[in-house]
T-cell receptor
Framework: DTAVSQTPKYLVTQMGNDKSIKCEQN?????MYWYKQDSKKFLKIMFS???????INETVPNRFSPKSPDKAHLNLHINSLELGDSAVYFC???????????????FGPGTRLTVL | GNSVTQMEGPVTLSEEAFLTINCTYT??????LFWYVQYPGEGLQLLLK?????DKGSNKGFEATYRKETTSFHLEKGSVQVSDSAVYFC????????????FGQGTTLQVKP
């Protein structure tokens, strides 16, 4: 009965590879997000989708491509991985037909990506 | 631009001590303010929030009051427990329809028995 789940939990890969991280929420929420947490624990929004439509696209290299096949899923594909991509990636979701500033976001457990 | 500043950590306290973690913000408009907590090896979870000036959010003995005049949202707890050891994040979300959260840098709290 996990609310927001991510796979894999750990991902170790070589520079230059392509990898994907999957996120699923069973809360019935319409909005999903990807955040990146760096080694100093600083969190920054990357992307957000509402009802499968992209609504936030921060200054992120175009090697990162989110895909939302349906409202319950938001996957993150990363091409040509670089050392600086090493971080913890968190997926989150929030309720409501459209996101608002008062919404609580529900976070997944995170995916720790290590690029060697 | 919008930003959140938290006090530097780590903060180390003995059990039953009083906790304050300072948080100030810069924002256009009228943001909503949040405290999220991240326990070791886990994702973030909402601790409390306040959506307008003078609102007080509270949960699990933690409190924070939205102070517009000082642009602050300091987190307090009267008596901390070892189980409160975690990283605490102050965050804001501005009015608008994106729901985007802007986080402070996080404050690590370690409570010793």
């Amino acid at each position: 009965d996990t609310a927001v789940s991510q796979t894999p939990k750990y991902l170790v890969t070589q520079m230059g590879n392509d990898k994907s991280i999957k996120c699923e929420q069973n809360l019935g929420h319409d909005t999903m997000y990807w955040y990146k947490q760096d080694s100093k624990k600083f969190l920054k929004i990357m992307f957000s989708y509402n009802n499968k439509e992209l609504i936030i696209n921060e200054t992120v290299p175009n090697r990162f491509s989110p895909k939302s096949p349906d409202k319950a899923h938001l996957n993150l594909h990363i091409n040509s991985l670089e050392l600086g991509d090493s971080a913890v990636y968190f997926c989150a979701s929030s309720p409501g037909t459209g996101p608002t500033s008062t919404d609580t976001q529900y976070f997944g457990p995170g995916t720790r990506l290590t690029v060697l | 631009g919008n930003s959140v500043t938290q006090m530097e950590g780590p903060v180390t306290l003995s059990e039953e001590a009083f906790l304050t973690i300072n948080c100030t913000y810069t924002a256009t408009g009228y943001p909503s303010l949040f405290w999220y907590v991240q326990y070791p090896g886990e994702g973030l979870q909402l601790l409390l929030k306040a959506t307008k000036a003078d609102d007080k959010g509270s949960n699990k003995g933690f409190e924070a009051t939205y102070r517009k005049e000082t642009t602050s949202f300091h987190l307090e707890k009267g008596s901390v427990q070892v189980s409160d050891s975690a990283v605490y994040f102050c965050a804001l979300s501005t009015s608008g329809n994106t729901g985007k959260l802007i986080f402070g840098q996080g404050t690590t709290l370690q409570v010793k028995p």
